[in-house]
DNA sequence: GTAGTCATGTAAGAGGTTACATGATTAG
DNA sequence: CTAATCATGTAACCTCTTACATGACTAC
């Protein structure tokens, strides 16, 4: 049910459009919360039958149209139940880490590119997150400024510590992985220099071939 | 695909029946690959109708069998191939950093409760893990040592190294989200001691009341 | 005998991915 | 006029969760 209070909570923000609830899951939340507008616009469709949120048509151009969606009361209600109910802990699954641990099977060659690949993406995540960090404390965050404008001055001390702790977080989180990573690199070029070898790196019999039986 | 391969991966170290491999995904495995019953049964089902495991019934006791399944070739190609693919990132979802971006529309004490839970989470994967690691390196994991009498000694080390290798990337991960909770902890005692007001602290509105419009 | 473990399934429904599909508007 | 952007959907398919279901075996 977390799809409907990322939505929910991007919209007390201000009132929006499906389109540009797309837009805020492909920027720098989307290491947060995301999802494809195929599951958007029915999910808001959805919580407006629910009466989570309200809709207003809007003309656009001459012909065209566009939803924007607001959250009235029962939407407030909804995220602030969310919040006191104590989310549990599931299993995780994470791709990289059970690569990583199976590497015997792969190459010097893939294993690096993986990681390489793995570094790349947690630097880039690091990168934007630094920014965006850096523009909330500067008050530079648009959708930030409006969400300030909704509440009172004594609450906004609240609302901006909290938005750079999460996305302290991801920065945590994204140091993290980078460290790993190169530890990983750090362990494929030692083990390679010390002719370890790796069943990945053996050729692949023939299933059907006649080997030595 | 990656439940096959967490499965493939698991049998290559010996042939395993569905509640066996339900077992180790219930362990400390559970942090990278996790699956319910429900779920490994069906599935090695089709594993099986696809070639890449083979069964051998086994009966127990007087009546009751079980099915033990074995990788073959076929398999085993498949985890290579798996692993010459590089794995693309997308992007993630994360409920308690959504939530914590948000805590505002929670109170003092439900954000402490979560921040409390997620610290205590990570602190038992953290023992847990590290003691996993333990018993690797001292050769105690019954699993390891299967896996390792199938392969020449020469590939001892690097298998040994790369399962390390990836719990130890659990064991960064666990330290980073033990951090973060005692950070957003300390933040919330810090804004609650200066008097910042939450929204969430506030009495809800009854909808239905008549308030001053 | 009975409680706990071993062992294996099915099924409904929620959530997510990928692809298909369409059309208006705006900036160059 | 043409490309990019704005805007909103549907549908098939896969994955995962939760609940329902059953029965044998073993240790006490």
Known sequence: MSLRHALLALLTAEPMT?????????????NMWSAPHSQIYPELRRMEA??????????RGERAQKREY????????????WQQELADYQPERDV????S???????YDAARRQLTEHRNHYMKLLTDTRQFVADIEARRVPLLQQR???????????IIAFKLFAFRGEITKAEAEIAWAQEGL?????????????????????????GPS
């Open 101 to 107: 641990a199976h590497f015997e099977l792969s190459t």
């Open 186 to 210: 750090d362990l494929l070029d030692d083990l390679e220099q010390r002719g370890a070898p790796l069943f990945g790196e053996e050729p692949a019999r023939d299933p059907w071939s006649l």
């Open 50 to 59: 629910d009466g989570l949120i309200d809709v207003r048509v809007v003309p």
């Open 18 to 30: 499906g389109y540009d609830l797309v837009k805020y899951f492909d920027g720098t939340i989307a």
């Open 148 to 158: 300030l404008k909704q509440r009172p001055e004594g609450e906004h001390e609240a």
């Open 70 to 81: 607001a959250v009235n009361e029962n939407g407030v209600a909804a995220l602030r139940t």
């Open 96 to 99: 990289y880490r059970l690569r």
